[in-house]
């Protein structure tokens, strides 16, 4: 076989993969893919896979959803760091955020609740047509000391494509 041939046939087999592999994302409404899947490349936009991890936290938990009537597409990733890691954390997600040409589109919401305070930020580009919402989650209550656990602080980055 020759070098053309060869590369042709990968072009085919290429041209080919694409659509069957949207085809399997398609599939599946709501997904959490493991990094090195092919739901993680093709189903998640490259904004959350690019979001920058923490040194010290729990392993990254991505989400995604191919939307469902009035329900938009999402990607997702959830980080959980120890409290005293969460400004640092914030701050690197924020400047990660603006480094895509995103920018804050007001004030940040908030809402405390008995178990929980929480915080959204909304980023969007100057056209909107990219929205992500960046929320951050602290319990309201430490963790019983008993289980070994300590209380973590859980950000999301929530990409609608």
């Known amino acids: 076989m020759t070098v053309s041939r060869c590369f042709g046939a990968a072009l085919l087999l290429a041209l080919l993969a694409w659509p069957l592999g949207m085809l399997w994302v398609l599939s599946h409404e709501d997904y959490h893919p493991e990094p090195g899947t092919l739901d993680y490349y093709l ?6 896979r690019g979001v920058p991890l923490p040194a010290d936290g729990d392993a990254p938990e991505y989400y995604g959803s191919t939307g469902d009537g009035p329900k938009q597409p999402v ?12 400004s640092a954390t914030l701050a690197r997600l924020q400047a990660y955020l603006q480094t895509k040409g995103l920018q804050p589109t007001g004030p940040f919401k908030y809402e405390a609740t008995d ?32 289980d070994g656990a300590s209380r973590k602080v859980t950000f999301s980055v929530m990409h609608y494509d």
């Open 115 to 146: 178990t929980a305070t929480l915080q959204d930020w909304e980023y969007a580009n100057p056209q909107r047509t990219e929205v992500v919402v960046l929320r951050q989650v602290v319990p309201a209550h430490p963790t019983a000391p008993t």
């Open 75 to 86: 990607s997702m990733v959830t980080l959980q760091v120890p409290p005293e890691q969460a």
């Open 43 to 48: 189903g998640l936009s490259s904004l959350v």
